[in-house]
Nanobody, 119 residues
Framework: QVQLVESGGGLVQTGGSLALSCAATALGSTFEIQTMAWYRETPQKQREWVASITRGGLTTYASAVKGRFTISRDNTKNTINLQMNSLKPEDTAIYLC???????????WGQGTQVTVSS
């Protein structure tokens, strides 16, 4: 079992920046956490993939955020971060962290953190 806790959300004006963090804790397990990712759930209740990072540090981004968001990872702390710059009102969403745990790549989700971008 993996527990994910996100933090860092808030209210920001258009063009501003926010940094999100997600801390993963493997409960009663020593299996490594592999790929981790950020998703977001819009006010219209659509869940969108935002960015992913592998254990080795390879990153991929959704086209809507590429060039503005940066995902990073610290394997020693089992944390990932999402630096969000040049924020737009359409970035308003609940941002959720997802992790895949070896060996079966079992999926876990965090509870989410709210990001609101005002125009």
């Amino acid at each position: 079992q993996v527990q994910l806790v996100e933090s860092g959300g808030g209210l920001v004006q258009t063009g501003g920046s926010l940094a999100l963090s997600c801390a993963a804790t493997a409960l009663g397990s020593t299996f490594e956490i592999q790929t981790m990712a950020w998703y977001r759930e819009t006010p219209q209740k659509q869940r969108e993939w935002v960015a992913s990072i592998t254990r080795g540090g390879l990153t991929t981004y959704a086209s809507a955020v590429k060039g503005r968001f940066t995902i990073s990872r610290d394997n020693t702390k089992n944390t990932i971060n999402l630096q969000m710059n040049s924020l737009k009102p359409e970035d308003t969403a609940i941002y959720l962290c997802k992790a895949y745990q070896a060996p079966m790549l079992t999926e876990y989700w965090g509870q989410g953190t709210q990001v609101t971008v005002s125009s």
